[in-house]
């Protein structure tokens, strides 16, 4: 399970330096101050659970805790940094009914907590 956690851990790294510097540079003159912003904050919680993920792949707790934490970080970088990508881009890609992606961002933020609470859980239980 940890080379499954370590591939995806560094596909999500790479594709968090590829955002950044996509959102530093290449749509810099496109987007809002406030669509920076909210880019940034799907960079910055990508790499932040980049780094769960890391952590996990060395992790010696509850095998299945430790499984599950890495399924609810992956979805919730899915979830909350993508749905934040296309939030910021909305009128870049012509996307008006935000009603759509706008209740998948604190879905993502859930999948996050969980992930974090059964980490905890996880280390809890392990001898």
């Known amino acids: 399970m940890s080379r499954k956690i370590i591939i995806t851990a560094a596909v999500f790294g790479l ?5 950044g510097a996509f959102g530093a540079h290449g ?18 919680y990508q790499f932040y659970h980049v780094f769960a993920l890391l ?3 060395f992790f010696n707790g509850d095998a299945k805790l ?3 934490s890495y399924y609810l970080f ?3 970088i899915i979830c909350f940094s993508g749905s934040l990508y296309l939030l910021a881009c909305s009128n870049l890609l012509g996307i008006s009914n935000l009603m ?3 209740p998948i961002t604190p879905l993502g ?3 996050f907590i969980a992930g974090w609470a059964t980490l905890a859980l996880a280390a809890i239980r392990s001898k």
């Open 109 to 111: 933020g859930l999948l």
């Open 27 to 44: 749509l810099e003159p496109l987007l809002t101050l406030k669509q920076k912003e909210v880019w940034h904050t799907a960079v910055q």
């Open 74 to 76: 992956t979805f919730g």
């Open 55 to 57: 952590f996990l792949s």
């Open 15 to 19: 594709l968090a330096v590829i955002a």
């Open 66 to 68: 430790t499984r599950i």
């Open 100 to 102: 759509i992606i706008g």
